[in-house]
């Protein structure tokens, strides 16, 4: 039996940061494996880019 899958946040909870004022970056992918689309993120206002790229900042 495996564990369902998450992620360490939604968009919901991205849209939340952001309202507070936070620039948040997601990794292309990041929330594939709890069937979240990088549009999801870009939707509310993170910006989605790849690893090397949001690691830069």
Same mark, same amino acid.
């Given at each position: 039996?495996? =564990?369902?899958?998450?992620?360490?946040?939604?968009?919901?909870?991205?849209?939340?940061?952001?309202?507070?004022? =936070?620039?948040?970056?997601?990794?292309?992918? =990041?929330?594939?494996?709890?069937?979240?689309?990088?549009?999801?993120?870009? =939707?509310?206002?993170?910006?989605?880019?790849?690893r090397t790229a949001t690691l830069a900042g």
């Amino acid at each position: 039996m495996s =564990a369902p899958a998450s992620v360490a946040a939604t968009p919901e909870t991205v849209k939340k940061f952001i309202g507070l004022g =936070a620039t948040v970056a997601v990794e292309v992918g =990041a929330g594939a494996g709890a069937s979240i689309a990088d549009a999801d993120y870009a =939707a509310v206002g993170a910006s989605v880019a790849d690893r090397t790229a949001t690691l830069a900042g």
